[in-house]
């Protein structure tokens, strides 16, 4: 569990983040979320030690993907299908294709810094989107799909979770 | 004291944006990560398998505290190490990755001690067990 004073660094940490240029509203959320996760309080120790930029990035995705897990959370316990590990490289072909294809319509619109301004989502957790095969959340894409104006046809994907 | 092995939704996610990148072959897996997997459903912390530590471990967070009933499988000839949680007989296999730093690492620990908070809530999604 976070101690008080965990607590209270979070806040302080999360403060220096905001400065540092991330969504304010992403800021505040991962600072409540470390009131109730010492897992998310390390993340933001972390973000702070970061040895390079690209550690800092790589901490904000992991922060956001922490949000949107508590967000995903079910009630119980929820068993989705069981998926035989000689799917998984089609499975990861086809969410790269429909990635790569949504990713050109996020660069016909100004590109991901854009993106990011308009639907609030951190600029490293969008990269981190596009360029891995992890099944993309509704979530996720509906923020897409609102910040760009795009209709539920065009965010349709077979793998997604 | 075997246990049974559930793969959890970010254990499922994590193989596969590995396999996504070639991080490991489908021999390495089929050959080596799977079957050193398997030893889980017949663990015995006494096993000589279990006792070296360059292949079992405990899982820690970044300020080399044990994070409770966390466990690291680790291969150093491939890319991916993964992390478990064994707890009440059954092992959930949380994540995989492959350490490139260890910042990286630390970061991976952060999240494993969230994903077992809210597995020992009985919060989350699972992907069913290894047969």
């Known amino acids: 569990m976070t101690t008080d004073a965990q607590k209270l660094e979070a806040f302080s940490i999360a403060t220096e983040m905001a400065r540092d240029g991330v969504p304010e509203s992403f800021a505040v959320a991962v600072a409540q979320l470390a009131q109730r996760s010492e897992g998310a309080y390390d993340l933001l120790v972390l973000w702070k030690a970061a040895p390079t930029s690209a550690d800092r990035d790589e901490t904000i995705s992991d922060l956001q993907e922490l949000l949107d897990d508590e967000h995903d959370q079910p009630s119980g316990v929820e068993t989705k299908p069981y998926l035989r590990f000689d799917h998984l490289d089609d499975i990861a072909k086809s969410v790269m294709q429909f990635k790569a294809k949504l990713r050109r319509k996020v660069d016909a619109a100004g590109g991901i810094s854009e993106l990011a301004r308009k639907s609030g989502i951190p600029q490293p957790s969008l990269s981190r989107f596009f360029n891995t095969a992890s099944m993309p959340r509704t979530k996720t894409l509906y923020r897409i799909a609102e910040a760009l104006g795009l209709d539920e046809s065009e965010i349709v994907t077979e793998w997604r979770r | ?131």
């Open chain 2, 1 to 131: 004291m075997g246990l049974t092995v559930v793969i959890t939704e970010w254990g499922l996610q994590s193989y596969l944006a590995l396999r996504a990148s070639n991080t490991f072959t489908r021999d390495d897996y089929k050959d080596i990560i799977r079957p050193d997997v398997e030893k889980l459903k017949t663990y015995d912390p006494l096993d000589a398998v279990f006792q070296n530590s360059r292949f079992w471990g405990p899982a820690e967070d970044y300020a080399g505290k044990r994070i409770a009933d966390g466990h690291k499988m680790k291969w150093h000839n491939i890319g991916p190490r993964t992390v478990q949680l064994v707890l009440n007989g059954e092992a959930y296999l949380c994540q995989a990755y492959s350490k490139t730093s260890k910042h990286l690492e630390d970061r991976e620990a952060a999240k494993f001690k969230t994903y077992i908070q809210w597995i020992r809530n009985g919060n989350y999604h699972r992907r069913g067990v290894i047969p």
